[in-house]
């Protein structure tokens, strides 16, 4: 079961809560936008705080998947598998609402600090997060046994490994 799958708050409630959120707990920025990508709707939050950009992408789930128009008796009309797909959307946003302030409460009661909480989701010089960067060294790392030179992460997607094996490479 997913979280708050049955909501009835618009997305656009969702997202006016996360950025009253995040103000209060001392963002100075918050911006959010839509993209189409390869056929896929994407939304992206971000904001400014703790002189860091933050941003999180969550993926919408796609208007032409199966589960929205398959019913027990059949196929859906159309208007039915809008608004099944349209629950999915206002479930998305307050599962995102739920993580942000997971994440801020716990900065806050000093569970842990703003970079553990938020390290995946901080925007980078290059404009990629740093989990972009380094969430694929940690499968090769995995993959190989072997610790990835985290020396060249700033130089791009790093493939060079601590004893000169290199994986992924060209």
């Not at 940690?138 to 020396?151: K, T």
Request: glycine share 6%; net charge negative.
């Amino acid at each position: 079961m997913a979280y708050a799958e049955n909501t009835t708050v618009p997305a656009e409630k969702s997202r006016a809560e996360i950025d009253a959120l995040v103000h209060k707990y001392g963002a100075t920025s918050f911006s959010y936008m839509t993209e189409k990508q390869e056929g896929r709707e994407l939304a992206a939050i971000m904001f400014s705080m703790e002189n860091r950009y933050v941003r999180f992408v969550m993926p919408l789930p796609s208007r032409d998947d199966p589960q929205f128009w398959r019913h027990s008796r059949g196929r859906r009309t159309p208007e039915a598998a809008r608004k099944q797909w349209d629950t999915a959307v206002r479930s998305s946003w307050r599962a995102l609402l739920l993580a942000i302030k997971a994440k801020l409460e716990s900065v806050e009661r000093d569970i842990s600090t703003f970079e553990q909480e938020f390290l995946a989701h901080i925007v980078m010089p290059d404009n990629r997060t740093l989990g972009e960067h380094v969430i694929p060294l940690v499968g090769q790392a995995y993959a190989s046994g072997q610790m990835p030179n985290l020396n060249r992460l700033a130089l791009g997607p790093a493939s060079d490994f601590v004893d000169g094996e290199v994986i992924g490479g060209e």
